[in-house]
């Protein structure tokens, strides 16, 4: 089993930024891929981005231009560096990772509020 934590979340107001933080521990054998989920009310989650172990990465583009991901192999964390960000970035942001031979886990989520 892996265990996801993530940390950073709050409240910002528009045009700030925000850096999200996700620790993987316990039984790992071997992550492949780490990233960022989000979902507002009433919305469905969505991918805002992913990074593998290799360094390629994905963004959604809502937040291309504006985010930035990364990820310590060593440490198995995944960071999400948030900049100029928006009223409608507000949601909860989910860490994932993919494990090579368990399979996928979820972080227990961390609020992002954008308001004035």
């Known amino acids: 089993q892996v265990q996801l934590v993530e940390s950073g979340g709050g409240l910002v107001q528009p045009g700030g930024s925000l850096r999200l933080s996700c620790a993987a521990s316990g039984i790992i054998f071997s992550i492949s891929v780490m990233g960022w989920y989000r979902q507002a009310p009433g919305k469905e989650r969505e991918l805002v981005a992913v990074?593998?172990?290799?360094?390629?990465?994905n963004y959604a583009d809502s937040v291309k231009g504006r985010s930035t991901v990364s990820r310590d192999n060593a440490k198995n964390t995944v960071y999400l560096q948030m900049n100029s960000l928006k009223p409608e970035d507000t949601a909860v942001y989910y860490c994932?990772?993919?494990?090579?031979?368990?399979?996928?886990?979820w972080g227990q989520g961390t609020q992002v509020t954008v308001s004035s």
């Open positions: 994932k990772a993919h494990d090579r031979q368990s399979g996928d886990y």
């Open positions: 990074i593998t172990s290799g360094g390629i990465t």
